[in-house]
């Protein structure tokens, strides 16, 4: 067990629809980071947030938005979701958002029909 | 573009042997980490090993341990006394500055 919660597990949702996908990080880490893994494009990284700040931005598209709360859980937020857009989404947590040690979450199954 | 390449989609070893998965990486820049990270069936990702580019001297975790050629801009995972948990899809990764990058990946596994 990594420490970083992330709800739901599973989502199954309709093309065109929107969802949001939660995270907690590990007790004391001030920074968020996501990643999408998918058959097709591999395991990419989305979006980083340090304290609350975005702080660095992959391949993450504008249909897709992330937020960082007071309290440092993540949102990341999936509109006009597409076929495509299934795919397994990890969030990771560190101490301070340089190089140090990431640490997964167990991920949330996007299936989208 | 900066991009990681791991050559082998499979590899399979024997319980208690050795085994070596290569990953290759392109970049212009100096100061960077590197990263093996293992996925097993439960889907986690675990990190394994991470290596600092301005440290020379190859790291080692346990049974798993690096060879880091900077020049050759390589960072192959051997792992020694192989076992049947160390089977699962292993992930090469790097960072650079705030972006971090991963291989394709390598599916290990260990025969008993």
């Known amino acids: 067990d990594s420490g970083v919660t992330q709800t739901p597990k599973h989502l199954i949702t309709a093309t065109g629809q929107r969802v949001t996908l939660r995270c907690s990080p590990r007790?004391?880490?001030?920074?968020v980071y996501w990643y999408q893994q998918s058959l097709d494009q591999g395991l990419q990284f989305l979006i980083q947030?340090?304290?609350?700040?975005?702080?660095a931005k992959g391949n993450i598209l504008e249909r897709f938005s992330a937020q960082q709360f007071p309290d440092l859980h993540s949102e990341l937020n999936l509109s006009s979701l597409e076929l495509g857009d299934s795919a397994l989404y990890f969030c990771?947590?560190?101490?301070?958002?340089?190089?140090?040690?990431?640490?997964f979450g167990p991920g949330t199954r996007l299936t989208v029909t | 573009a900066q991009t990681v390449t791991q050559s082998q989609p499979e590899m399979s070893v024997q319980e208690a042997e050795t085994v070596t998965l290569s990953c290759t990486y392109d970049?212009?820049?100096?100061?960077?980490?590197l990263f093996w990270y293992k996925q097993p069936p439960s889907r986690q990702m675990i990190l394994v090993i991470r290596?600092?580019?301005?440290?020379?001297q190859n790291a080692t975790e346990n049974r798993f341990s690096v060879n880091f050629q900077k020049a050759a801009k390589s960072f192959s995972l051997k792992i020694s006394d192989s076992q049947l948990g160390d089977a699962a899809m292993y992930f090469c990764?790097?960072?650079?500055?705030?972006?971090?990058?991963f291989g394709a990946g390598t599916r290990l596994t260990v025969k008993p």
């Open positions: 970049t212009s820049e100096s100061d960077y980490y």
């Open positions: 007790s004391g880490d001030l920074s």
């Open positions: 990771a947590s560190s101490a301070s958002g340089g190089a140090d040690e990431q640490y």
């Open positions: 990764a790097y960072r650079i500055s705030n972006d971090m990058r």
């Open positions: 947030y340090y304290n609350g700040e975005e702080r």
């Open positions: 290596q600092e580019a301005y440290k020379q």
